[in-house]
């Protein structure tokens, strides 16, 4: 079945540093793509998504670029904050069912 | 900004007793999931409704658990009875199909401890 790989965490990294969280796909068909990000004691918020093959989301300075070649869509932010510390989720839809499929998550430490 | 509202946002029980979890989806949302999350098996989808019609459930331990939507306002996840393995934070989400418009909108949880 449809199914996401993320990297495995924690990622501890000093503030204004580069940030890279790798995430690969398996599905069947074109699925869409997402990241939602998870702040201490709340649900999960929509951080960025793309829907197609070679599409790039973007927000608060975060980007992911949906790369059907090599089936990966990684979450990258050229100067992380520590506002930044969150646990990052990628995740697909799929297909007619609609639903989300998330990978296992990955903490980011940003440290002053 | 509009929520999803989810009741209670923690709950300690005692193995053996029933547990009901309430969510108030976004107005106007058709579609309403629940996902479980523990730290060994991440997030896993356990039930979601379309038009308060269950499209699938087969996530759901079918012995133990059901969910409902007795209207378009309430989502309800019972657990009966309750097992220490059911610890865990609860989300519903809901949204409008397809996700790639907007996305879901996911509430705060519901910390379960089953002690």
């Known amino acids: 079945g449809d199914s996401v790989t993320q990297m495995e965490g924690p990622v501890t990294l000093s503030e204004e540093a580069f940030l890279t969280i790798n995430c690969t796909y398996t599905a069947t068909g074109y699925p869409s793509l997402f990241w939602y990000v998870q702040y201490p004691g709340e649900g999960l918020q929509l951080l960025l998504k793309a829907t197609k093959a070679d599409d790039k989301g973007s927000n608060k300075g975060f980007e992911a670029t949906y790369r059907k070649e090599t089936t990966s869509f990684h979450l990258e932010k050229g100067s992380v904050q520590v506002s930044d510390s969150a646990v990052y989720f990628c995740a697909l839809s799929q297909g007619a069912t609609n639903k989300l499929i998330f990978g296992t998550g990955t903490l980011l430490a940003v440290q002053p | ?115």
């Open chain 2, 1 to 115: 900004d509009a929520r999803v509202t989810q009741t209670p946002r923690h709950k300690v029980t005692e193995m053996g007793q029933e547990v009901t979890m309430r969510c108030q989806p976004i107005l106007g949302h058709n579609t309403v999931f629940w996902y479980r999350q523990t730290m060994m098996q991440g997030l896993e989808l356990l039930a979601y409704f379309r038009n308060r019609a269950p499209l699938d459930d087969s996530g759901m331990p079918k012995d133990r658990f059901s969910a409902e939507m007795p209207d378009a306002t309430l989502a309800t996840l019972k657990i009966q009875p309750s097992e220490p393995r059911d610890s865990a934070v609860y989300f519903c989400a809901s949204g409008l199909v397809p996700p790639e418009n907007y996305g879901y909108t996911f509430g705060s949880g519901t910390r379960l401890t089953v002690v």
